[in-house]
């Protein structure tokens, strides 16, 4: 069967890169975090200091951007890792401090055309299941299976605070939610690339969907995508 692309796009927190993952597994295909990418870079800039009270120090990102080399690697168990040179930052990228200011990174011009370039890089021979918030829209226009998935505000901040409890991290529910609730505003009203559902993409809404119920839905949009291009 012809490999093909499948973008899934969507809110923050709503199992996106869950069922992305289980599905390239299943599948064989490759999987990258498109958000883990915006999230290395956020982490470059608190390890610099390159974070003013409310802004971020421009000239020296854009003059950092070069240095920034972001790299995937698979762990003993199989899961993908996100490696700033050659430190594993996987960890590091989904605390708080990362989370309450990956999206003001993610709306500077500069920092979203050096992502794109890279995934779009990694996804050039297709074989490729990448989630984020733009995938379908501008990074693979082209993809023959595309995804929106949303959920409410509160079952995403439910399940991320689930997420970082199990991971035995301090979380408190109020601030998970106002940090999704905020990122939902700066992420869908930004001027570059902002989050929208592309055209041509699936809606889903799991609000009260399990994992496996997702699972199951999603290896049958592949297969029907997939039939298509025979
Ligand atoms: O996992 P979660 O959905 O909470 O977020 P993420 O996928 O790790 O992405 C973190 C942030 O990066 C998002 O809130 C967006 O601001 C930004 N992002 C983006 O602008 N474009 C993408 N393709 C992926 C993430």
Redesign the pocket.
């Given at each position: 069967m012809k490999k093909i692309t499948i973008a899934i796009?969507g809110?923050?927190?709503?199992g996106?890169?869950t069922m992305a993952k289980d599905l390239a597994r299943e599948i064989g295909y490759i999987y990258i975090?498109?958000?883990?990418?915006?999230?290395a870079v956020t982490y470059y800039c608190l390890q610099h200091d390159l974070f003013t009270e409310d802004s971020v120090k421009l000239p020296e990102l854009q003059a950092a951007m070069p240095d920034i080399q972001i790299t995937f690697r698979l762990n003993a168990e199989g899961r993908p890792e996100t490696y700033l040179g050659g430190e594993c930052i996987e960890k590091e990228i989904r605390g708080m401090a990362v989370?309450s200011r990956?999206?003001l990174i993610?709306t500077i011009g500069f920092v979203?055309e050096a992502?794109v370039a890279l995934q779009q890089q990694m996804g050039r021979n297709k074989g490729i299941v990448m989630?984020?918030?733009?995938?379908g829209t501008t990074?693979f226009p082209d993809a023959e299976l595309k995804v929106f998935v949303t959920a409410s505000a509160e079952v995403r901040a439910q399940r991320?605070y689930d997420e970082l409890k199990a991971k035995g991290e301090e979380a408190s529910y109020e601030s998970i939610l106002e940090n999704v609730k905020e990122?939902d505003r700066?992420?869908s009203g930004r001027a570059i690339?902002p989050?929208r559902k592309a055209d041509d993409a699936i809606l889903l809404d799991n609000s009260t969907m399990t994992i496996p119920e997702q699972k199951a839905w999603l290896l049958e949009e592949f297969k029907r995508a997939a039939q298509c291009t025979i």
């Open positions: 796009d809110h923050s927190s709503c996106k890169s975090d498109s958000g883990a990418m915006y999230r989370s990956v999206s993610a979203r992502m989630d984020g918030r733009d995938i990074v991320r990122r700066i992420d690339s989050l």
